[in-house]
């Protein structure tokens, strides 16, 4: 099932009770809300193109074959830096898709 966001969009391959897989893709120059989840910990691996990821006041770069795990409760927030798209895959056990509280966003979602 393909979701349409203002960024890109997400491919959810699986989404059970307690873990949900995606292949996420983010336009260039395009970010995700600033969020944390109270139960859902992912695991993102990035595919194609660069990944900034900010992890609390940490900056990660991650190029494809990286990736990083974000425990419940961690403010972070996912964008595309360069000129490709940016294609990684989400792995998420503990919660649910809809696991998300969102701090900040570019696209007037609060």
Do not use: N
């Not at 190029?63 to 940016?86: S, Y």
Request: charged share 30%; hydrophobic share 40%; with cysteine.
């Amino acid at each position: 099932m393909q979701i349409d966001k203002p960024w890109g969009f997400e491919l959810v391959l699986d989404d059970g009770e307690d873990y949900t897989f995606k292949v996420i893709r983010v336009k260039p120059g395009c970010r995700l809300s600033l969020q944390t989840h109270e139960r859902k910990r992912e695991t993102l691996l990035v595919l194609e193109g660069i990944m900034r990821l900010e992890v609390g006041p940490a900056v990660h770069r991650l190029v494809p074959f990286m990736h990083r795990t974000i425990l419940a409760g961690e403010v972070h927030r996912i964008g595309c830096m360069g000129d490709d798209v940016l294609v990684f895959a989400e792995a998420a056990t503990g919660g649910r898709m809809w696991d998300v509280t969102r701090h900040e966003d570019d696209y007037g979602r609060l």
